[in-house]
DNA sequence: CTGAAAGCGCTAACAT
DNA sequence: ATGTTAGCGCTTTCAG
């Protein structure tokens, strides 16, 4: 006597109907009398059956699994985290689940899970690409794939994306309002895109009157390293720019080393949390991960439905947070 | 010509071996001639062939997906994401995917998430009970569960917890220690075993010397109105002692509109993002998250492997960081 | 060392 | 309205 769990066909036996006639009744299709479908509900509650759904995806013509892939760069970042519930919210409002994982821009890993995901035969991926070429995956897997946060290199498809160019123009002109004229710029990963365009919108910002800048800045302690050389070299700009959230920590936190949070103005790529209760509260040019997130599931599911038009870039807007650090004079 | 994805029998035809052959060399056994596996794989190679996990899973003797359910309250939550990242990692290094859920505290949630995960046979479930009754998981789903961060109602199963009595008895002692006689306590949703804990660890602390107490403090606005009333009130504490981050939150607010954060002494339960950079620093009793989650999944993961001892609960340790908000004398 | 046949749990196509 | 048969892509069992 194996304590198996049990299948369609020990629900038909208990039931005394056929295999099909339960699949019918579990389907919710209505061409069942009630006295049948009234004795399958039966046998399904004394027997705590559950449908395998991957035996059902295997058989049925439609192959979908009611999943998809969800690729961000690190799960427990605020950023990802908003944009993972987001995605999630959409999913579960039509029933599909959502794996997850964090690549740590480690192309090897966007690949190797890009696969693993393909093997699980997920409906559909949206991934934040790490920045290297990211051409195997569409081609490749057969996969619908959304790009969000970044734009990919090497590969074609729908891509959901900050205004990161005018929203980077926006805060050094903002600087620029307060009468700054040497505005310091510290930016991260100089391969990725959202770097490369909160750049260009700094120096579109600027014409030819660019501040000293430092690159390729990758977590807070290197950002405070940075600001701190930077204010204490030959031409101390007198307002900062950063690109994105650790680097303003950063930042912060060499400010206040130096006593200079309230002389030297600052604003930030990126919100974060508390932003608006530090000393003085920090200026921010804010994302909208949530929105990013549900515009991405809602391009992956059309995809998914099978929407077949040429590959779209959504442009999510940018706001401008005035807090106090932006707004020093000069 | 159909543009179907290659199966096996695929990569057999155009290899010019068995079907067999090719599963025994794409599962790596090592019985086959070297040219035939040679053949195989330019045969895999050239089709793009990717094996279907979900069909192999359906024939294996072993029935594992390799795949993992992880249900906490809210992905996008500090806590539980740093938890999220944790378990995720483990299961990296074991080549192990992870399926996510946010719950809000919503045990129809619970119930539905946990039972579309056992349909899609996960191999067990990391869950944050809401604090109903889970009863109706392990045995009903049949799963291997965990949990994770609260006790469970109704069921039982192997749990990781932090140090909740002992860790708010300590934060009360480190108040006592400055001289504080009258603490008052605000708190999260009651029926959480976390908050009843945390609770009763203040009460262990003061002994008969309770001071004012507010409950079921949901968000931070609740939390900062009910710190303000509090402090208004004919009783005034001295300190403040609150049992999580997001309340903590609230409170600092409510200092600052008063101008008492440097004359009311706080301790929070949990740390927070940034908590060292607020005037004055945050003074917490930080969780290890994301030890929590390497201990949750190693725990499960020995339950997936066979291990069947009665259920374990594991507690891990907090810390008391004083930063300054818990070192105010009276 | 290799292959042919059976069957995992389910649904599609075709009876009846 | 119900049942029967075949087969999804794969691994198992058992034969060569």
Same mark, same amino acid.
């Given at each position: 006597?194996?304590?198996?769990?049990?299948?369609?066909?020990?629900?038909?036996?208990?039931?005394?109907v056929?295999?099909?006639?339960?699949?019918?009744?579990?389907?919710g299709?209505?061409?069942?009398?009630?006295?049948?479908a009234?004795?399958?509900?039966?046998?399904?509650?004394? %027997?705590?059956?559950r449908?395998?759904v991957? +035996?059902?995806m295997?058989?049925?013509?439609?192959?979908?699994?009611?999943?998809?892939?969800? =690729?961000?760069?690190?799960?427990?970042?605020?950023?990802s985290?908003?944009?993972?519930?987001?995605?999630?919210?959409? +999913?579960?409002?039509?029933? *599909?689940?959502?794996?997850?994982?964090?690549?740590?821009?480690?192309?090897?890993?966007? $690949?190797t899970?890009?696969?693993?995901?393909?093997?699980r035969?997920?409906?559909?991926? *949206? =991934?934040?690409?790490?920045?290297?070429?990211?051409?195997?995956?569409?081609a490749?897997?057969?996969?619908?794939?959304?790009?969000?946060?970044?734009?990919?290199?090497? #590969?074609?498809?729908?891509?959901?994306?900050s205004t990161?160019?005018?929203? +980077?123009?926006?805060?050094?002109?903002?600087?620029?309002?307060?009468?700054?004229?040497?505005? !310091?710029? =510290?930016g991260?990963?100089?391969?990725?895109?959202?770097?490369?365009?909160?750049?260009?919108?700094?120096?579109?910002?600027?014409?030819?009157?660019? !501040?000293?800048?430092?690159?390729?800045?990758h977590?807070?302690?290197?950002?405070?390293?940075?600001?701190? #050389?930077?204010?204490?070299?030959?031409?101390?700009?007198?307002? =900062?720019?950063?690109? $994105?959230?650790?680097?303003?920590?950063?930042?912060?936190?060499? %400010?206040?080393?130096?006593?200079?949070?309230?002389?030297?103005a600052?604003?930030g790529?990126?919100?974060?949390?508390?932003?608006?209760?530090?000393?003085?509260?920090?200026?921010?040019? #804010?994302?909208?991960?949530?929105?990013?997130?549900?515009?991405?599931?809602a391009?992956?599911f059309?995809? *998914?439905?099978?929407?077949?038009?040429?590959?779209?870039? *959504?442009?999510?807007?940018?706001t401008?947070?005035?807090? !106090?650090?932006?707004?020093?004079?000069?």
């Amino acid at each position: 006597m194996t304590s198996h769990r049990p299948t369609m066909n020990d629900v038909a036996r208990t039931a005394g109907v056929s295999l099909k006639t339960v699949s019918r009744v579990v389907n919710g299709e209505t061409t069942v009398a009630p006295d049948l479908a009234a004795r399958v509900h039966a046998a399904v509650e004394s %027997l705590d059956y559950r449908p395998h759904v991957g +035996a059902s995806m295997l058989r049925r013509n439609d192959r979908r699994t009611r999943t998809i892939g969800l =690729l961000l760069d690190d799960v427990s970042h605020p950023f990802s985290a908003a944009l993972h519930r987001a995605v999630e919210d959409q +999913a579960r409002a039509r029933g *599909i689940q959502v794996l997850t994982g964090s690549l740590d821009q480690d192309p090897v890993r966007e $690949q190797t899970l890009a696969e693993a995901f393909a093997e699980r035969q997920t409906d559909g991926l *949206i =991934l934040a690409p790490t920045g290297a070429d990211s051409g195997h995956l569409g081609a490749h897997t057969g996969l619908p794939v959304v790009f969000v946060d970044r734009t990919p290199t090497g #590969a074609a498809g729908d891509t959901v994306v900050s205004t990161n160019v005018s929203g +980077a123009a926006g805060a050094v002109r903002h600087l620029i309002a307060q009468g700054h004229r040497s505005i !310091g710029f =510290l930016g991260g990963h100089q391969h990725l895109s959202t770097t490369r365009d909160r750049h260009r919108g700094y120096l579109r910002a600027l014409g030819s009157r660019a !501040g000293p800048a430092v690159h390729d800045l990758h977590d807070p302690t290197d950002a405070e390293r940075a600001a701190v #050389a930077m204010l204490r070299g030959p031409h101390p700009p007198t307002a =900062l720019f950063t690109t $994105q959230s650790m680097v303003t920590l950063g930042v912060v936190r060499a %400010l206040r080393r130096l006593s200079r949070e309230r002389s030297v103005a600052l604003v930030g790529f990126d919100d974060f949390p508390l932003a608006d209760l530090l000393e003085p509260p920090v200026t921010v040019v #804010a994302q909208d991960p949530a929105r990013m997130g549900r515009t991405a599931a809602a391009a992956l599911f059309e995809r *998914i439905e099978g929407y077949d038009g040429p590959p779209r870039e *959504i442009r999510i807007p940018t706001t401008l947070i005035p807090r !106090g650090s932006g707004e020093l004079p000069i």
